[in-house]
Each structure stands twice: as C-alpha cells, then as structure tokens.
C-alpha cells in the first residue's frame, strides 16, 4: 500500500511563506504525477499545483508566481513553497500522487491521498 505523509503547514501572518512536504512509500511503485489540492470549508478540493518526474508543473492562476512545487525524486517527495500567503490561502492542503504499484508481477494504477495539513494565513 503506497502512502503520502504530509508535513509543514501552520499557522502565519500574511505575507508569510510556508513549505509543504509530502513523502510518498511503499513496497514497489513509481510515481507518474503528484500534486497539491487544497479544500476550505464550503468549497470543492481544488488543484493548487502539479508536478510531473520529469519536472514539468503547472498551477492554479491564484497561485501563480507565488507557489512553487518541486521534487527530489531519489526520496519520492515533493514540494510546496508558498510565498506572499493570503488570508485566502487559508486551506487544509492535500498531497496527492498517481501511482503504479507492482502487484504480483503486475502494473496496477491508481490514485493516493495524504492526509492533509491544515495552512492558515491570519490577516
């Protein structure tokens, strides 16, 4: 079972910057994209930024030229620093990652969610 551990969020003044961590395990599995999410009360799970292995990212307008999301392959995790934060910014953030696990001499593709950490941005 391929799992996210998520790390970093708390609570700062706007302005501020936070770096999320999410480190990705498991027995035998390759990741394909992992990205970042984030949902407030009242509101869908939004798509804040995504990475690919190669490197390739994009990003939610609202975010852009503030947040930047990398990844260190060797240690399977990846990143989110987040600059210039806004009360708005105020979300729980969810890691996520798309996966291939090797199951018994086989690819099985599927979704992984961490467990999110809460970011607050006072005003």
């Known amino acids: 079972q391929v799992q996210l551990v998520e790390s970093g969020g708390g609570l700062v003044q706007a302005g501020g910057s936070l770096r999320l961590s999410c480190e990705a395990s498991?027995?035998?599995?390759?990741?394909?994209?992992m990205a970042w999410y984030r949902q407030a009360p009242g509101r869908q799970r939004d798509l804040v930024a995504s990475?690919?292995?190669?490197?390739?990212?994009n990003y939610a307008d609202s975010v852009k030229g503030r947040f930047t999301i990398s990844g260190d392959n060797a240690k399977n995790t990846v990143y989110l620093q987040m600059n210039i934060l806004k009360p708005e910014d105020t979300d729980v953030y969810y890691c996520?990652?798309?996966?291939?696990?090797?199951?018994?001499?086989?690819?099985?593709?599927?979704?992984?969610w961490g467990q999110g950490t809460q970011v607050t941005v006072s005003s």
């Open positions: 996520n990652a798309a996966v291939a696990e090797l199951v018994a001499g086989v690819w099985r593709y599927l979704e992984v």
């Open positions: 498991g027995s035998r599995f390759t990741i394909n994209r």
């Open positions: 990475i690919t292995p190669g490197g390739t990212s």
